[in-house]
Structure formats: C-alpha cells, structure tokens
C-alpha cells in the first residue's frame, strides 16, 4: 500500500485563495479525487480525475497535480468552504484505495 | 435520486460479529463496483474493503483483512460486510460508497460518489 500526506489544518481569509496539498508516490500514476466533509454530514466529491468537477459544484474548486503532490485550489473561499478536505487515490499496487489524513480548512 | 442507505451499526463487545448493509437505489447496482469506508471518532477517512460489480474481486485494507468480508446481492441491489473478531479499534462509522468511473482520451478515472450517510459501529465491553 502507500500514504498520502496532507497538512492538519489551513486557514484562509474570506474570499482569498487557498491551496491544500497531498503528497504520495501513488500521485505519479493516479489522479487524486478530492472530498468535503461538513460536521456530520457523509463526504461529497468536490474533484475528480485530472481536474473535474461534480455537477453543480462552483468553478471556484480546481484540482492540479505536479509529480507527487496533487493540490486543491479554492479561489475566492467562502464561509461555506469551511470543511474538512480528504484526499485519495489508488495505492500503488492499483487494487487497493488510500486516504490523505485531511486537512481542515477554516475561513476567517 | 441515486441513493445509498446503510444499516446494521450498533454496540458489539469485543470478539464479536455484526452484518452491515448497503440498500442502493436509483441507480443500475450490478454495473457498479461498490466500497466501503470508515471513520473513527474526530478521525479521518479509511478505505476499508472493495466489491467488483459481478464479485468477481474483493479487495480489504490490511486492518481488516482475514476479519472482514465483502458480498454483495444484485438481485436486492445491496451490498454487505461481515466484521468478525471485532475489535475496540474498528469503532467507527462506516460508509458505503458507489465507485464511480468515466473514461476521457482512453483515461479512466474512478472516484467514490454517492456515499451513504454512515452507520455507527461500537467496539466495547
């Protein structure tokens, strides 16, 4: 299997942008997905593939991978954003499914 | 509504077993491969085990593998884990969730979507 890596805990100011990051050996073969997590709530996909984004989610989510490190953008993060952010891929044998440790995202 | 609903969560005392469900809706189940994911407490998301469409492959996290099996019925449009020899660290709520695919320029991307709302496990004496 394989890790991902994400840091703990970001923070941003309303309507600025923010970049969360997620590092791991299995990012150089697959894409990452990106998940959001509210209090209570199941995780929702936010990005997936190479940069796609569900249905009705706003343009201001954007997805990017260089080398090893995938990254989440948020340009103009709002109140809503405020989440927790996982994370995932294939590991790197391609069967099995990996989680970055999230990253909890605070709009200030 | 493409919908996913698990049930089976509760309180088990160590060495147990519990069956969980996965009830899908509005959706063609079998053309699926189906997984599930937990979370413990205040933690993060753990991928658990891995159902191909027909069950032709299983796959398990290395916590939960020879403990847990995957199965799923697509004549009920449900998928199921069995935990057995539960233990105090496999206390979390438990997700089932819908791989999704799409193919572009010979590329497939899988990713999980929908999830359910989750069921509670409780490993304790």
């Known amino acids: 299997s394989s890790e991902l890596t994400q840091d703990p805990a970001v923070s941003v100011a309303l309507g600025q942008t923010v970049r969360i990051t997620c590092q791991g050996d299995?990012?150089?073969?697959?894409?990452a997905n990106w998940y959001q997590q509210k209090p209570g709530q199941a995780p929702v996909p936010v990005i997936y593939?190479?940069?796609n984004r569900p249905s009705g989610l706003p343009d201001r989510f954007s997805g990017s991978t260089s080398g090893d490190t995938a990254s989440l953008t948020i340009t103009g993060a709002q109140a809503e954003d405020e989440a927790d952010y996982y994370c995932?891929?294939?590991?790197?044998?391609?069967?099995?499914?990996?989680f970055g440790g999230g990253t909890k995202l605070t709009v200030l | 509504e493409v919908q996913l609903v698990e049930s089976g969560g509760g309180l088990v005392k160590p060495g147990g077993s519990l069956r969980l469900s996965c009830a899908a809706s509005?959706?063609?189940?079998?053309?699926?491969?189906m997984n599930w994911v937990r979370q413990a407490p205040g933690k993060g998301l753990e991928w658990v085990s891995y159902?191909?469409?027909?069950?032709?492959?299983?796959y398990y996290a290395d916590s939960v593998k020879g403990r847990f099996t995957i199965s799923r019925d697509n004549a009920k449009n449900s998928v199921y884990l069995q935990m057995n020899s539960l233990r105090p660290e496999d206390t979390a709520v438990y997700y089932c969730?819908?791989?999704?695919?799409?193919?572009?320029?010979?590329?497939?991307?899988?990713?999980?979507?929908?999830w359910g709302q989750g069921t509670l496990v409780t490993v304790s004496s």
């Open positions: 969730a819908r791989e999704e695919v799409m193919y572009s320029n010979s590329v497939r991307y899988n990713w999980f979507d929908p």
């Open positions: 509005g959706f063609t189940f079998s053309s699926y491969n």
């Open positions: 159902i191909s469409s027909r069950s032709h492959y299983t």
């Open positions: 299995s990012l150089r073969n697959y894409y």
């Open positions: 593939g190479k940069n």
């Open positions: 995932n891929s294939r590991d790197t044998s391609g069967y099995h499914w990996v």
